[in-house]
Nanobody, 125 residues
Framework: DVQLVESGGDSVQAGGSLKLSCEVS????????VSWFRQTPGKAREGVAA???????YDRGSTRGRFFISQDNSKNTVYLQMSSLKPEDTAMYYC????????????????????WGQGTQVTVS
């Protein structure tokens, strides 16, 4: 079965750092886009960052310079390194995947993806 499994969420103080991991298994596509989204209660998911199989990466302006997406193909894992965390970064973080490269205008749209993980909670106080 194809699975996305997130890990690394935790409770941290403002200014701290966390590194989230998204392990992808059973996803046999040469071209793909894997993204991180986050969601707070009562709000829609928002795209945080995305990375293509080519290595091309995209992010949202509000987290640029603080969040960095990367991948380790040998481990089938995509990471989200988060630093200088703020209380407003508190959310459930999800990774998502689709079997096509990321596109600038659509990578942050939920409907763009066909596979989602269960999420990992990040709390910043």
């Amino acid at each position: 079965d194809v699975q996305l499994v997130e890990s690394g969420g935790d409770s941290v103080q403002a200014g701290g750092s966390l590194k989230l991991s998204c392990e992808v298994s059973g996803y046999a596509h040469n071209n793909y886009c894997v993204s991180w989204f986050r969601q707070t209660p009562g709000k829609a998911r928002e795209g945080v960052a995305a990375i293509s199989s080519t290595g091309a990466a995209y992010d949202r302006g509000s987290t640029r310079g603080r969040f960095f997406i990367s991948q380790d193909n040998s481990k089938n894992t995509v990471y989200l390194q988060m630093s200088s965390l703020k209380p407003e970064d508190t959310a459930m973080y999800y990774c998502a995947a689709r079997p096509r490269s990321c596109v600038l205008l659509t990578w942050s749209l939920e409907a763009y993806y066909d596979l989602w993980g269960q999420g990992t909670q990040v709390t910043v106080s």
